[in-house]
């Protein structure tokens, strides 16, 4: 099993430019989550997913768009990048409430310029 | 806001001694997790502790929980190298909530 998988690794985009970071487990999970971590910081919800065709806004949705067509796929958009969003990206999931352990993908390492 | 906070920010040790981090939070968990994050890479689950529980053991791990004060506690005992990390509380509210809220975090760095 390859786990959380995430792409890409690393990115550097200008101011404006858009994006979509791809996240996929094959652990068949149904909760699936996009957080933030800044340095010296935890990590901040952006948005999650209950399941197949459902999302919801987490701590810091703005300037983020998420989509969850197929259950093993967790998408993260960023339609017009801005410097504030530089950060590490990491992408996680879980089988559902119980138990809700979170399993983490590598992180993408995203630079706005 | 964050819902857990850590203490101490960062802990130096010697290999074999123990290591003990703090957790506080602000509502009512129904659980409360631990997560280790080496350098560079993703965040790997070590242990839960639910809300009706006050002691947890795993290998060299001893979590407590204290509903009354709002706080937790991760033990390493005999620390190793290996052992140098940052620590994360995460903690899932009571009733429907489907995430976890997680801590700053601990730089913790076993010398050898």
């Known amino acids: 099993n390859a786990g959380v998988t995430q792409t890409p690794k690393f990115r550097v985009l200008k101011t404006g430019q858009s994006m979509t970071l791809l996240c996929a487990q094959d652990?068949?999970?149904?909760?699936m989550y996009w957080y933030r971590q800044d340095p010296g910081m935890g990590l901040r919800l952006i948005h999650y997913?209950?399941?197949?065709?459902?999302?919801a806004k987490g701590e810091v949705p703005d300037g983020y768009n998420v989509s969850r067509l197929k259950k093993q796929n967790f998408l993260l958009g960023l339609e017009s990048a801005a410097p504030s969003q530089t950060s590490v990206y990491f992408c996680?999931?879980?089988?559902?409430?119980?138990?809700?352990?979170?399993?983490f993908g590598p992180g993408t390492r995203l630079t706005v310029l | 806001s964050q819902q857990g906070e850590e203490d101490p920010q960062a802990l130096s040790i010697q290999e074999g001694e123990n290591a003990t981090m703090n957790c506080s939070y602000k509502?009512?968990?129904?659980?409360l997790q631990w997560y280790r994050q080496n350098s560079g890479r993703g965040l790997v689950h070590l242990i839960l502790i639910r809300s009706n529980e006050r002691e947890k053991h795993s290998g060299r791990l001893r979590v407590t929980l204290d509903t009354s004060k709002k706080s937790s506690s991760l033990l390493i005992t005999a620390s190793r190298a290996a052992d140098t990390a940052s620590y994360f509380c995460?903690?899932?509210?009571?009733?429907?909530?489907?995430?976890?809220?997680f801590g700053s975090g601990t730089q913790l760095t076993v010398l050898p």
């Open positions: 996680a999931s879980s089988w559902g409430l119980e138990p809700n352990e979170q399993f």
């Open positions: 652990m068949n999970h149904e909760y």
């Open positions: 997913s209950v399941g197949e065709g459902t999302t």
């Open positions: 995460a903690s899932r509210m009571g009733g429907s909530a489907r995430q976890l809220t």
């Open positions: 509502t009512s968990i129904n659980n």
